[in-house]
T-cell receptor, first 113, second 116 residues
Framework: DGGITQSPKYLFRKEGQNVTLSCEQN?????MYWYRQDPGQGLRLIYYSQIVNDFQKGDIAEGYSVSREKKESFPLTVTSAQKNPTAFYLC????????????FGPGTRLTVL | AQKVTQAQTEISVVEKEDVTLDCVYETRDTTYYLFWYKQPPSGELVFLIR??????QNEISGRYSWNFQKSTSSFNFTITASQVVDSAVYFC?????????????FGAGTQVVVTP
Protein backbone atom coordinates (compact mmCIF):
# COMPACT_ATOMS: atom_id res chain seq x y z
CA ASP A 1 0.00 0.00 0.00
CA GLY A 2 1.18 3.52 -0.77
CA GLY A 3 1.49 5.98 2.03
CA ILE A 4 3.61 7.91 4.47
CA THR A 5 5.22 6.25 7.44
CA GLN A 6 6.61 7.98 10.48
CA SER A 7 8.59 6.27 13.15
CA PRO A 8 8.54 5.92 16.00
CA LYS A 9 4.95 6.69 17.09
CA TYR A 10 6.12 7.81 20.54
CA LEU A 11 9.56 9.08 21.36
CA PHE A 12 11.10 10.11 24.63
CA ARG A 13 14.35 11.95 24.97
CA LYS A 14 16.37 13.47 27.70
CA GLU A 15 16.92 17.17 27.73
CA GLY A 16 20.03 18.15 25.79
CA GLN A 17 19.95 15.20 23.38
CA ASN A 18 19.44 15.38 19.66
CA VAL A 19 16.81 13.08 18.19
CA THR A 20 15.88 12.21 14.60
CA LEU A 21 12.33 11.58 13.46
CA SER A 22 11.86 9.41 10.42
CA CYS A 23 9.52 10.12 7.50
CA GLU A 24 9.29 7.86 4.48
CA GLN A 25 6.85 7.96 1.57
CA ASN A 26 6.34 5.55 -1.32
CA UNK A 27 3.89 7.78 -3.17
CA UNK A 28 6.55 9.16 -5.51
CA UNK A 29 5.68 12.65 -4.28
CA UNK A 30 8.04 15.50 -5.05
CA UNK A 31 7.46 17.71 -2.03
CA MET A 32 7.70 16.82 1.64
CA TYR A 33 6.93 18.82 4.77
CA TRP A 34 7.40 18.78 8.53
CA TYR A 35 4.87 20.36 10.86
CA ARG A 36 4.72 20.80 14.57
CA GLN A 37 1.44 20.71 16.46
CA ASP A 38 1.08 21.77 20.08
CA PRO A 39 -1.99 20.91 22.18
CA GLY A 40 -5.05 22.83 21.06
CA GLN A 41 -3.17 24.56 18.30
CA GLY A 42 -2.88 24.37 14.57
CA LEU A 43 0.00 23.16 12.45
CA ARG A 44 3.15 25.19 12.16
CA LEU A 45 5.58 24.56 9.31
CA ILE A 46 9.14 23.65 10.31
CA TYR A 47 10.82 22.78 7.00
CA TYR A 48 9.78 21.77 3.54
CA SER A 49 11.45 20.35 0.47
CA GLN A 50 10.17 20.51 -3.07
CA ILE A 51 12.96 18.52 -4.71
CA VAL A 52 15.80 16.24 -3.67
CA ASN A 53 18.84 17.96 -2.17
CA ASP A 54 16.92 21.16 -1.58
CA PHE A 55 14.83 22.38 1.33
CA GLN A 56 13.53 25.64 2.78
CA LYS A 57 12.89 26.89 6.28
CA GLY A 58 9.33 27.21 7.40
CA ASP A 59 7.98 29.46 10.11
CA ILE A 60 9.66 27.78 13.09
CA ALA A 61 12.91 26.24 11.81
CA GLU A 62 15.14 27.27 14.71
CA GLY A 63 16.46 24.26 16.61
CA TYR A 64 15.61 21.83 13.80
CA SER A 65 17.50 20.43 10.83
CA VAL A 66 16.53 18.27 7.86
CA SER A 67 18.04 16.49 4.88
CA ARG A 68 16.58 15.32 1.58
CA GLU A 69 19.08 12.93 0.05
CA LYS A 70 16.41 10.68 -1.39
CA LYS A 71 13.01 11.50 -2.85
CA GLU A 72 11.24 9.14 -0.49
CA SER A 73 12.89 10.23 2.75
CA PHE A 74 12.84 13.48 4.73
CA PRO A 75 14.20 12.98 8.26
CA LEU A 76 13.86 15.71 10.87
CA THR A 77 16.44 16.21 13.61
CA VAL A 78 15.35 17.98 16.75
CA THR A 79 18.49 19.44 18.22
CA SER A 80 19.30 20.43 21.76
CA ALA A 81 18.94 24.04 20.62
CA GLN A 82 15.18 23.61 20.35
CA LYS A 83 14.01 25.08 23.64
CA ASN A 84 10.62 23.43 23.87
CA PRO A 85 10.63 20.31 21.70
CA THR A 86 7.77 18.40 23.33
CA ALA A 87 5.06 18.29 20.65
CA PHE A 88 3.32 16.21 18.02
CA TYR A 89 5.24 16.14 14.73
CA LEU A 90 3.54 15.50 11.43
CA CYS A 91 5.18 14.73 8.11
CA UNK A 92 3.38 15.33 4.83
CA UNK A 93 4.01 14.96 1.13
CA UNK A 94 2.53 16.34 -2.05
CA UNK A 95 2.78 15.44 -5.71
CA UNK A 96 4.28 17.97 -8.09
CA UNK A 97 2.85 21.40 -8.67
CA UNK A 98 -0.40 20.66 -10.44
CA UNK A 99 -2.10 18.83 -7.60
CA UNK A 100 -1.91 20.48 -4.24
CA UNK A 101 -3.42 18.43 -1.48
CA UNK A 102 -0.94 17.23 1.10
CA UNK A 103 -1.03 13.69 2.42
CA PHE A 104 -0.08 13.19 6.05
CA GLY A 105 1.67 10.53 8.03
CA PRO A 106 0.41 9.25 11.39
CA GLY A 107 2.70 11.54 13.38
CA THR A 108 5.33 11.16 16.09
CA ARG A 109 4.70 12.36 19.61
CA LEU A 110 7.95 13.58 21.12
CA THR A 111 8.28 14.05 24.84
CA VAL A 112 11.34 15.57 26.46
CA LEU A 113 11.92 14.32 29.98
CA ALA B 1 -0.25 37.83 10.07
CA GLN B 2 -2.76 35.03 10.28
CA LYS B 3 -3.89 34.18 6.78
CA VAL B 4 -6.46 31.59 7.75
CA THR B 5 -8.84 32.25 10.61
CA GLN B 6 -11.06 29.69 12.21
CA ALA B 7 -12.82 31.70 14.87
CA GLN B 8 -14.61 28.75 16.44
CA THR B 9 -12.39 26.93 18.90
CA GLU B 10 -14.87 24.21 19.79
CA ILE B 11 -18.37 23.27 18.76
CA SER B 12 -20.42 20.78 20.74
CA VAL B 13 -23.58 19.25 19.29
CA VAL B 14 -25.88 16.36 19.90
CA GLU B 15 -25.96 13.62 17.31
CA LYS B 16 -28.07 14.40 14.22
CA GLU B 17 -27.65 18.14 14.58
CA ASP B 18 -25.99 20.06 11.75
CA VAL B 19 -22.59 21.65 12.30
CA THR B 20 -21.14 24.53 10.31
CA LEU B 21 -17.45 25.38 10.58
CA ASP B 22 -16.30 28.82 9.56
CA CYS B 23 -13.10 29.63 7.70
CA VAL B 24 -11.99 33.08 6.61
CA TYR B 25 -8.82 33.54 4.59
CA GLU B 26 -6.64 36.38 3.44
CA THR B 27 -4.64 36.49 0.23
CA ARG B 28 -3.58 38.91 -2.49
CA ASP B 29 -3.16 36.16 -5.05
CA THR B 30 -5.79 35.65 -7.70
CA THR B 31 -4.87 31.98 -7.94
CA TYR B 32 -5.01 29.93 -4.77
CA TYR B 33 -6.37 26.72 -3.32
CA LEU B 34 -8.39 26.12 -0.17
CA PHE B 35 -8.63 22.86 1.74
CA TRP B 36 -10.41 21.19 4.60
CA TYR B 37 -8.77 18.46 6.64
CA LYS B 38 -10.09 16.29 9.46
CA GLN B 39 -7.89 15.20 12.37
CA PRO B 40 -9.47 12.37 14.40
CA PRO B 41 -8.10 11.46 17.83
CA SER B 42 -5.53 9.15 16.20
CA GLY B 43 -3.73 12.27 14.99
CA GLU B 44 -3.36 11.72 11.25
CA LEU B 45 -4.85 14.46 9.10
CA VAL B 46 -7.32 13.28 6.49
CA PHE B 47 -7.88 15.34 3.35
CA LEU B 48 -11.56 16.20 2.77
CA ILE B 49 -11.81 18.71 -0.06
CA ARG B 50 -9.87 21.13 -2.25
CA UNK B 51 -11.26 24.20 -4.01
CA UNK B 52 -9.42 26.49 -6.43
CA UNK B 53 -10.01 30.22 -6.56
CA UNK B 54 -11.78 30.02 -9.92
CA UNK B 55 -14.37 27.49 -8.83
CA UNK B 56 -17.02 28.96 -6.57
CA GLN B 57 -19.46 26.16 -7.18
CA ASN B 58 -20.55 24.77 -3.85
CA GLU B 59 -20.37 21.06 -3.36
CA ILE B 60 -22.22 18.39 -1.49
CA SER B 61 -20.68 15.03 -0.78
CA GLY B 62 -22.83 12.77 1.33
CA ARG B 63 -23.31 14.51 4.68
CA TYR B 64 -20.61 17.09 3.92
CA SER B 65 -21.11 20.34 2.06
CA TRP B 66 -18.92 23.34 1.37
CA ASN B 67 -19.75 26.99 0.76
CA PHE B 68 -17.01 28.99 -0.97
CA GLN B 69 -17.60 32.74 -1.30
CA LYS B 70 -14.77 34.86 -2.71
CA SER B 71 -16.66 38.08 -1.99
CA THR B 72 -16.35 37.44 1.73
CA SER B 73 -13.15 35.34 1.59
CA SER B 74 -14.90 32.49 3.29
CA PHE B 75 -14.81 28.73 2.80
CA ASN B 76 -17.28 27.21 5.25
CA PHE B 77 -17.90 23.54 5.86
CA THR B 78 -21.12 21.90 7.04
CA ILE B 79 -21.72 18.45 8.43
CA THR B 80 -25.37 17.47 8.12
CA ALA B 81 -26.93 15.08 10.61
CA SER B 82 -23.75 14.77 12.64
CA GLN B 83 -22.57 11.44 14.00
CA VAL B 84 -20.26 10.55 16.88
CA VAL B 85 -17.60 9.54 14.34
CA ASP B 86 -17.49 13.14 13.16
CA SER B 87 -15.86 14.13 16.43
CA ALA B 88 -12.46 15.49 15.43
CA VAL B 89 -10.50 18.65 14.86
CA TYR B 90 -11.15 20.24 11.49
CA PHE B 91 -8.57 22.43 9.78
CA CYS B 92 -8.94 24.89 6.96
CA UNK B 93 -5.82 25.58 4.87
CA UNK B 94 -4.68 27.94 2.11
CA UNK B 95 -2.07 27.43 -0.64
CA UNK B 96 -1.00 30.48 -2.63
CA UNK B 97 0.71 30.78 -6.02
CA UNK B 98 3.25 33.26 -4.65
CA UNK B 99 4.63 30.50 -2.42
CA UNK B 100 5.24 28.39 -5.53
CA UNK B 101 2.71 26.02 -4.04
CA UNK B 102 5.29 25.16 -1.42
CA UNK B 103 3.63 26.20 1.79
CA UNK B 104 0.24 25.65 3.29
CA UNK B 105 -1.21 28.11 5.77
CA PHE B 106 -3.36 26.27 8.31
CA GLY B 107 -5.99 27.72 10.56
CA ALA B 108 -5.92 26.96 14.27
CA GLY B 109 -8.57 24.29 13.89
CA THR B 110 -12.08 23.77 15.26
CA GLN B 111 -12.74 20.92 17.67
CA VAL B 112 -16.08 19.27 16.94
CA VAL B 113 -17.59 17.19 19.71
CA VAL B 114 -20.64 15.12 18.85
CA THR B 115 -22.40 13.45 21.75
CA PRO B 116 -24.97 10.66 21.48
Amino acid sequence: DGGITQSPKYLFRKEGQNVTLSCEQNLNHDAMYWYRQDPGQGLRLIYYSQIVNDFQKGDIAEGYSVSREKKESFPLTVTSAQKNPTAFYLCASRIGLASNEQFFGPGTRLTVL
Amino acid sequence: AQKVTQAQTEISVVEKEDVTLDCVYETRDTTYYLFWYKQPPSGELVFLIRRNSFDEQNEISGRYSWNFQKSTSSFNFTITASQVVDSAVYFCALSERTDSWGKFQFGAGTQVVVTP
